[in-house]
């Protein structure tokens, strides 16, 4: 049976956990895979509880961390080349950026195995400066001369990975989209709903936005804050907002919040209490906030395949998003979402307003979004598709 030794940047609640993990647990018992990667850090939310109820057990290697760090990257290598030297795989898979660039040169040191690595997102702009950025696509340039297969999550990052960035010949990239276990966004979805909307003080003829994702620079939260205020402005209509998530950039936003003169609350509720704008941290249970949401945004800069859309299609939710990086690959324009360009605050705006006078367009758009990635995103699709890759590598 062939070894596939999986690395990933750490065990924290996001794409790349699930898929990993989604991976490991379902490619078997065609491929024995141990899943290795860094823990969480303190702002994010540990992704332990997937691990759990696949029945996962996974090696954690401390000093990988997000952050660069000579001392902690040359340890988390050595630990890496470790685990190879025992393991002794035949495939070293490895996903987003850190595990890639440790993993692969552990890997490449070994000599033995085929490498992968899967592009989740990449920082090739509006990350760094340009200096930075420069230097990050060399790294990335040099590693992919010496990785057999690099996927890319989208059609759209496989075309900037290798036309507009360069970082290797097309013949080397396969486009392998993301998936996940959909049926939970189908299931008990009114029961959801009642129970989100009355922990947070929700009526009926409230209507509910999110954003989920990281509260940090790249995701442009001030964006849907800006569009949120002018939207509030145009309409009569009851309006609250949930900020789902939490990092580096929470305090800030609060306090952006307040300078927009919209006022605001924290993840602790008080009996019978509300606020226009509701920061509630981290959510494990996302199915259960779709539920109780109407409309689910997203502002980002620079993105691969956003996890949150994906999810909110699954849970017949219309969107309001960027069209930046994967999004345009993952939704149908102007079907389950409406999409305007980079940081624009009036197209954002307007598309928030359409929804928010819409609850016909709301529901339209929300079937569609089902019928577009119950199949397209399922993790049946993602392990069939990575057995092919496998299979020609080691062939």
């Known amino acids: 049976m062939p070894k596939v030794l999986r690395i990933i940047n750490r065990f924290n609640l996001g794409g790349p956990t699930f898929n990993a993990a989604l991976l490991t647990k379902y490619m078997a018992p065609d491929y024995e895979t141990l899943l290795v990667g860094g823990r969480e850090e303190s702002s994010e939310v540990s992704s332990q509880h997937i691990l759990d109820n696949l029945g996962i057990e996974a090696r954690f290697v401390d000093e990988m961390q997000r952050d660069i760090g000579l001392s902690n990257d040359r340890q988390a290598y050595k630990s890496i080349k470790k685990i190879i030297k025992e393991f002794k795989p035949d495939i070293i898979h490895t996903h987003a950026s850190k ?30 400066g340009s200096f930075k950025t420069k230097v990050y696509q060399n790294i990335e340039r040099a590693l992919a001369l010496k990785t057999d297969k690099i996927v890319a999550i989208s059609p759209r990052q496989k075309l900037e990975l290798t036309k507009r960035y360069k970082i290797c010949p097309p013949r080397k990239v396969t486009v392998i989209p993301l998936g996940f276990d959909l049926n939970r966004f189908q299931e008990d979805v009114e029961e959801k709903r009642k129970s989100f909307r009355k922990k947070y003080n929700l009526d009926e003829d409230e209507i509910a936005i999110g954003i989920v994702g990281r509260l940090v620079p790249i995701k442009n939260h001030k964006l849907f804050l800006d569009s949120l205020k002018q939207a509030l402005g145009k309409t009569d209509k009851k309006v609250r907002a949930f900020l789902i998530g939490d990092g580096e950039e929470r305090e800030a936003l609060k306090a952006y919040t307040s300078s927009l003169g919209l006022d605001f609350m924290n993840g602790n509720l008080e009996e019978g209490k509300k606020a226009t704008v509701h920061f509630t941290s981290w959510i494990k249970d ?60 009036k197209s954002f705006s307007n598309n928030l307003l359409q929804l928010i006078e819409s609850k016909e367009k709301r529901i339209e758009m929300g079937k569609k979004g089902w019928e577009l990635v119950h199949e397209k995103f399922h993790y049946s699709r993602l392990v069939s598709d990575m057995n092919n890759l496998y299979t020609d590598l080691l062939r």
């Open 286 to 345: 996302v199915d259960w906030a779709n539920s109780g949401l109407d409309i689910i945004a997203l502002t980002s800069l620079n993105e691969g395949t956003p996890v949150s859309l994906i999810e909110a299609q699954a849970s017949c939710k219309p969107i309001v998003s960027t069209k930046v990086g994967g999004v345009s690959n993952i939704v149908i324009p102007n079907e389950t979402a409406l999409l305007s360009p980079s940081n624009c605050i």
């Open 99 to 128: 595990a890639g660039a440790i993993g692969r040169s552990a890997g490449i040191a070994y000599g033995k195995a085929k490498i992968v690595h899967t592009f989740h997102g990449h920082v090739f702009h509006s990350y760094f």
